[in-house]
T-cell receptor
Framework: GNSVTQMEGPVTLSEEAFLTINCTYT??????LFWYVQYPGEGLQLLLK?????DKGSNKGFEATYRKETTSFHLEKGSVQVSDSAVYFC????????????FGQGTELSVKP | GAGVSQSPRYKVAKRGQDVALRCDPI?????LFWYQQALGQGPEFLTY????????KSGLPSDRFFAERPEGSVSTLKIQRTQQEDSAVYLC????????????FGNGTRLTVT
């Protein structure tokens, strides 16, 4: 079945450091890929998405590129801020599954000043 | 409000009690999803509605879990005879239902079974 695997956390970085959170997926067909973020005490929010191979999603300085050849969708940011501290979830959605999302286990990011 | 609303925010139940969790989706959203999120884990799919029709309930962990959406808007997730392993955050999400629109999540209901 379809699945998503993320790098384990927690990830601790200093402010202005470069961030990479790895995400790989297993799916039949051509799923859409997403990154969601969950700030402390808040609900899941869509951060960015990509719907086909080689698409790049971007938002708030974060980027991820849909790589079909490596079945990956790694999240990157060039310079993190303390306010980026949150849990990040990679997810996929297959067209033939009614639009439901399948999530990875989440990666907690902590940014220190 | 403009977002997905869930109630109660917190629920404590004694083992064996029944609970009902409510979700108010964004107005006009056709699709509604329920997820279960255990501590430190990603959300796990439970069930999905398109309007009032429950199209996928493959993620419901046992027959103690039941969901309904009788008028195609508000949904209720019911758990009968709660067990400790049911302790989790239950998330509701809604979307326009075209298979491409993003899912909008509520803040969840944290259920603790003692």
């Amino acid at each position: 079945g379809n699945s998503v695997t993320q790098m384990e956390g927690p990830v601790t970085l200093s402010e202005e450091a470069f961030l990479t959170i790895n995400c790989t997926y297993t799916a039949t067909g051509y799923p859409s890929l997403f990154w969601y973020v969950q700030y402390p005490g808040e609900g899941l929010q869509l951060l960015l998405k990509a719907t086909k191979a080689d698409d790049k999603g971007s938002n708030k300085g974060f980027e991820a590129t849909y790589r079909k050849e490596t079945t990956s969708f790694h999240l990157e940011k060039g310079s993190v801020q303390v306010s980026d501290s949150a849990v990040y979830f990679c997810a996929l959605r297959s067209k033939n599954q009614g639009g439901k999302l399948i999530f990875g286990q989440g990666t907690e990011l902590s940014v220190k000043p | 409000g403009a977002g997905v609303s869930q109630s109660p925010r917190y629920k404590v139940a004694k083992r064996g009690q029944d609970v009902a969790l409510r979700c108010d989706p964004i107005s006009g959203h056709v699709s509604l999803f329920w997820y279960q999120q255990a501590l430190g884990q990603g959300p796990e799919f439970l069930t999905y509605f398109q309007n009032e029709a429950q199209l996928d309930k493959s993620g419901l962990p046992s027959d103690r879990f039941f969901a309904e959406r009788p008028e195609g808007s508000v949904s209720t997730l019911k758990i009968q005879r709660t067990q400790q392993e049911d302790s989790a955050v239950y998330l509701c999400a809604s979307s326009l239902g075209d298979g491409q629109s993003p899912l909008h999540f509520g803040n969840g209901t944290r259920l603790t079974v003692t």
